[in-house]
């Protein structure tokens, strides 16, 4: 992989009006996605007249990789592929190899349902890849496949973390989104099942990102919640973020079976180390999840702007940056009905 190179485009770090640095870039590579999670995309209330992105709107694989050599000018480190469903992008491993000869990068992740991984675990591995998230928010059949709005199967999730294994990649990180009500009955099966594995299980607070999900407070379990009930059956003991920025607080199982996390967005903000910028599957950046609208990087990129402009842009949108949503979180910020949809911009 490439080693670090000097910010080549700033003669000092690049800080936003809070003082973060931009060391992350997440990746939308597609709006659509094969799951309908009710959380995100839920089948009967995302927008009827939504229409996905055509192949012409979405940024080609040269022009992410340009893109990233930017944004790796700038200070980013870390890339993390998303979507939707960043797997329904035919010929993802090529987008890998690309990134992963962009100077400056030094880890390549990215977050999928694990539904179509077994047939490109290989590739990606070959590629590039370094690290792989898969979401699983039950074991059960029937709750995972509800969770999956209808379309997937608890199955081929376990398979796709086998096929993780097969193809190199080392421990994952798995996701599971809890709702009260709907999946909180799977999280000591999901501590059972994958305490020992060396997965890191990561549980997430249901957040109320985008427009069409009809969050409603009551559905989150705080974190705290569930560790009190992990912790009565598997004692935890607090462990010390691996970097500033991750989001995930580390609790380690007392009696072995190494470690799980909790991604307390809505209890337990984590604004003051956001260091995260997004990219959108259409070439907007976005400086927060809960953002209302993008910054049109596509437009520049094939009007023909050299690389230290599309620097000097994504720049200014970087310093003016004085998002802190979940810090505020609150009827006058959630009022708004525009913000950008989480299939848009991939957690
Ligand atoms: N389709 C891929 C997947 O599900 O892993 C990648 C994109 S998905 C938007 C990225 C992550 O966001 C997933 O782990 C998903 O569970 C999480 N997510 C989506 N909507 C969420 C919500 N309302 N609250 C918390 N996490 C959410
Ligand atoms: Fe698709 Fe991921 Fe959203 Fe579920 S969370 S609908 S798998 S993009
Ligand atoms: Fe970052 Fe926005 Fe989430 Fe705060 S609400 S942690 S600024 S993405």
Redesign the pocket.
């Given at each position: 992989m490439a080693t670090a190179i000097p910010l080549r485009f700033m003669a000092s770090p690049l800080r936003d009006r809070r003082a973060r640095a931009l060391t992350d870039l997440r990746i939308s590579v597609i709006d659509r996605?094969n799951?309908?999670?009710p959380?995100?995309?839920p089948e009967e209330d995302y927008p009827r007249d939504h229409e996905f992105l055509s192949k012409d709107q979405r940024l080609r694989f040269e022009e992410i990789a340009r893109l990233a050599t930017v944004f790796a000018g700038l200070g980013v480190r870390k890339l993390r592929l998303t979507?939707?469903?960043p797997l329904l992008r035919r010929d993802l491993p090529e987008l890998v190899r690309q990134l992963a000869g962009v100077p400056g990068i030094d880890d390549i992740a990215m977050t999928s349902?694990g539904s179509l991984l077994p047939r490109h675990a290989e590739a990606l591995r070959k590629a590039g890849l370094d690290r792989i998230t898969l979401?699983i928010d039950a074991l059960d059949a029937q709750v995972y496949r509800r969770l999956?709005?209808g379309r997937g199967e608890v199955g081929d999730v376990l398979a796709a973390i086998d096929a993780a294994g097969t193809a190199g990649f080392g421990p994952l990180k798995l996701n599971c989104v809890v709702m009260r009500g709907i999946n909180d009955g799977e999280v000591e099966p999901l501590v059972e099942r994958f305490r020992g594995s060396g997965h890191v299980l990561r549980f997430i607070e249901y957040m109320d990102v985008g427009t069409c999900n009809d969050w409603r407070g009551d559905l989150v379990v705080p974190s705290t919640e569930l560790r009190e009930r992990i912790a009565r059956r598997w004692p935890l003991q607090p462990l010390a973020r691996a970097h500033g920025s991750d989001v995930a607080e580390r609790w380690r199982f007392v009696e072995g079976g190494g470690e799980i996390g909790f991604i307390s967005s809505v209890s337990e903000p984590f604004c003051g180390d956001c260091s995260r910028a997004r990219l959108s599957a259409d070439g907007r950046l976005y400086t927060c999840l809960f953002a209302r609208q993008g910054h049109d990087l596509r437009g520049p990129l094939r009007a023909g702007a050299g690389d230290a402009e599309l620097a000097a842009i994504i720049a200014a949108v970087w310093r003016a940056r004085d998002d802190r949503y979940s810090e505020l979180r609150g009827a006058a910020v959630r009022g708004a009905r525009s913000r950008v949809e989480?299939?848009e911009i991939?957690g």
């Open positions: 996605c799951f309908r999670c959380y995100c995309m979507g939707g469903e349902n979401s999956s709005g989480m299939y991939g």
